[in-house]
């Protein structure tokens, strides 16, 4: 019988678990952190974490600089995300579409999907060229219900499916937010659906409010609810916003 305590596996596979435990501290809130704020956030000796942070810096997921000493993301960990996100069904169908919305609206442009823990996360967008816009960017992650790309998704999943709040999202099939997130800027999203149904991420305009009111924003409203339609279809969901929200 295999003793678990003297198992080289089990400890190989703790040992990817820590190192696991010290990447998922790096967000968009805290990209760079001491040893000290690495230990408090893990839990970790800092033997351990010395160990772990030496490993991860020698493959560059994990930069160090400065001094004190500070840790960030490293290149490596870039090129494994890219990668990720390139993969992903969605991103691949989506793009000409989002490519077309880009070219019609001539504003921001995002795709969004459903993270775990709540969480949505950006993999892909296309910035406007004008002077003036507003930009997340690829990997930009927050909690699902911040903004309209969120709502979007939460509006047609089954813990919303009563609350009053996404009723205009299931009857137009677009979420239209001013001011949520950035002062000044608009947000127009409308969910995406996969094969069986069920919402996988949400496609997204923004733009500042002085171009995106009025006509132009009725406008934007109706190429981003298309747009949406386009993706799912391509994700080989058939009329989607339509099915759901019958």
């Known amino acids: 019988m ?7 596996t089990t400890k190989t596979i703790r040992s990817i678990e820590r190192a696991i435990d010290v990447l998922s501290c790096f967000d968009q809130a805290t990209p760079q952190l001491s040893v000290t704020d690495l230990q408090k956030r893990t839990g970790l000796s800092r033997p351990t974490l010395y160990r772990i942070l030496a490993t991860l810096s020698g493959k560059g997921v994990i930069r ?52 775990e823990n709540g969480k949505k996360i950006c993999v ?5 060229t004008q002077a003036l816009t507003f930009t997340r960017g690829i990997g930009f992650m927050e909690d699902l219900a911040t903004g309209a790309s969120g709502k979007a998704m939460l509006a047609f999943t089954h813990e919303a499916s009563s609350n009053p709040e996404f009723d205009d999202v299931r009857r137009s099939g677009v979420r239209v937010s001013e001011g949520e997130i950035i002062e000044g800027a608009v947000a127009v999203a409308a969910p995406v659906f996969d094969r069986d149904g069920t919402v996988k991420g949400s496609v997204c305009v923004f733009g500042p409010e002085v171009r995106l009111s ?33």
């Open 214 to 246: 009025g006509a132009r924003r009725r406008d934007c409203i109706e190429r981003v609810r298309r747009a949406s339609e386009d993706i799912s279809q391509a994700l080989g969901y058939t009329a989607a916003i339509a099915s759901a929200a019958e």
């Open 124 to 128: 892909e967008e296309l910035q406007s």
């Open 64 to 115: 160090s600089f400065g001094e004190p000493q500070r840790f960030e993301l490293g290149h490596e960990a870039s090129r494994l995300g890219a990668n990720w996100i390139g993969q992903d069904d969605s991103v691949r169908a989506a793009r000409p579409i989002l490519t077309r919305l880009w070219k019609e609206t001539g504003e921001t442009v995002a795709l969004f999907v459903a993270a």
């Open 2 to 8: 295999v003793d678990p305590a003297n198992d080289d």
